[in-house]
């Protein structure tokens, strides 16, 4: 063997085993080999939550947690931020490559050709009570699309997936303003396509009486570096769920509505409005140290702070800081800002924080932003689902045509009861 493996001992036995080294990862089937009984399964690994199991190889998105790098594609999240818009970044993730100026200009108008949804779709979210959480209606439309465009079953026609990639990166951000304005007793308001992706998900959310909406150029932007940074973050629980119920070959809008019901967990996409309703609670600067104590004692938990895989500040939420200062010139100053601010400042201080490496992650002033907009809670995982649906679909295609990749199936440690018979119920005791 090479020095690129990995000598195991079995002790049960005495023999050993080498295994290769690959990607600084080995093969968990490589363990299979090892029994103690020639009868027995072989080793496997265990590893709830996948903390340190690749379950794919991916070209997409490379995260270093420790020294808070984001590159998607190989290009740094910060010049993507500064220099790309939504579109573009989507387009990468998806095809691989920046495009070419005629590339983009084509990708925008078929975005945009597809902005409009079947007027069917508008009963269904009619249908839904008034005061309906606007996730659990775009999981529920989402899924619906399916229906629609039964071509989708073709998951390996690369026609069909360009197709649906487009419908859904253009029919996302559709559905979630129809979600909005049923939430809130207004007509929907169609697709305006002389704007720009953001710039249109801001007229079908805000528009009022107005023959054509302008949305505020600033406010415009700072949404389209806001679905930059949210557009994917490699294997994340709702990636997770991408792969895996697409690892089925159900149809790419069925394995997104099961990304999106994953996304609406308070763990994953809901944590921004947790910390809203944190500063909410805390409600004064004074009350920060009694807080914290609260904290260290493992009452609560600080929101928007701690992440599976960043040990060090998410370089999303330095990117999200800079965006507030612009966002507030146009819009009033949010009063939690404050709170945020001292917060970070007292935390980044203190020792409990530093010894579990505990930063701010992308929600801690994320929802701020999102409530100055004039977003209610309720939208901000309806706000993460828009942009990371390109994030998805890469990830989905990528599997897709990944000729190691199987059907999902993980494997289980057993520890229930051995066999036994059954008792009949008038020989069981009360
Ligand atoms: C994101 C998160 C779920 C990651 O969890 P994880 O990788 O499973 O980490 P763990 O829950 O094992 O936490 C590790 C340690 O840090 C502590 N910790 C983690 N996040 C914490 C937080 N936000 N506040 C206080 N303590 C925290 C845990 O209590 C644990 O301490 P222990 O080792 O003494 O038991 C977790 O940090 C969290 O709940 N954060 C708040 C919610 C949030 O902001 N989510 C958005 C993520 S983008």
């Not at 938990?301 to 701690?306: H, P, S, V």
Request: hydrophobic share 40%; glycine share 6%; proline share 6%.
């Amino acid at each position: 063997m090479g020095k690129d493996s990995l000598t195991i001992t079995d002790n049960r036995t005495g023999k050993t085993y080498d295994v290769p080294i690959e990607n600084e990862t080995i093969s968990a089937m490589s363990l299979r080999q090892i029994k103690a009984k020639p009868d027995d399964f072989g080793l496997m690994t265990y590893d709830p939550a996948f903390t340190n199991t690749a379950s794919c190889k991916s070209r997409i998105t490379y995260i270093d947690g420790d020294k808070g790098i984001l590159r998607y594609r190989g290009y740094p999240i910060e010049q993507l931020a500064e220099k790309s818009s939504y579109l573009e970044t989507a387009y990468l993730l998806v095809k691989g490559e920046l495009p070419k100026p005629s590339h983009l200009k084509a990708f925008a108008h078929n975005i945009t050709f597809h902005t409009m949804i079947h007027e069917n779709i508008k009963k269904f979210i009619d249908g839904f009570h008034h005061d309906a959480h606007p996730m659990g209606i775009l999981v529920g439309t989402v899924g619906a699309l399916s229906t629609f465009y039964p071509d989708a079953k073709r998951i390996f026609d690369t026609e069909s997936r360009r197709v649906q990639t487009h419908r859904l990166i253009a029919k996302m951000p559709t559905l979630a303003a129809f979600a909005y304005r049923h939430s809130i007793g207004m007509p929907y308001a169609y697709p305006d396509n002389d704007l720009s992706y953001t710039g249109n998900f801001l007229s079908m959310l805000f528009k009022m009486t107005e023959l054509k909406y302008h949305p505020n150029p600033v406010l415009e932007r700072a949404l389209d570096v806001l679905f930059i940074l949210h557009a994917d973050h490699e294997q994340n629980c709702s990636t997770n769920a991408m792969r895996s119920v697409g690892s089925s070959h159900v149809d790419p809008y069925s394995a997104i509505a099961a990304a999106t019901a994953a996304l609406y967990g308070p763990l994953h996409g809901g944590a921004n409005e947790a910390v809203i309703r944190m500063l909410m609670e805390i409600g004064d600067i004074k009350n920060i140290p009694a807080y914290i104590k609260r904290v260290k004692g493992g009452e609560v938990r600080l929101m928007g702070f701690g992440h599976r895989i960043y040990k060090n500040y998410d370089p999303r939420a330095k990117i999200i800081k800079q965006i507030a200062d612009q966002v507030f010139e146009v819009t009033r100053r949010n009063s939690l800002l404050d709170i945020a601010l001292e917060l970070e400042r007292i935390a980044l201080a203190d020792e409990y924080f530093i010894s579990k490496k505990l930063y701010p992650n992308v929600d801690f002033y994320s929802g701020i932003i999102y409530q100055a907009m004039g977003f209610p809670m309720d939208m901000f995982p309806v706000l993460f689902a828009i942009p990371r649906t390109a994030g998805w679909l890469a990830q989905w295609a990528e599997m897709l045509l990944d000729e190691d990749q199987k059907i999902a199936r993980p494997r289980q440690v057993y520890l229930g009861p051995a066999v036994r018979d059954y008792v009949p119920i008038e020989a069981r005791t009360e």
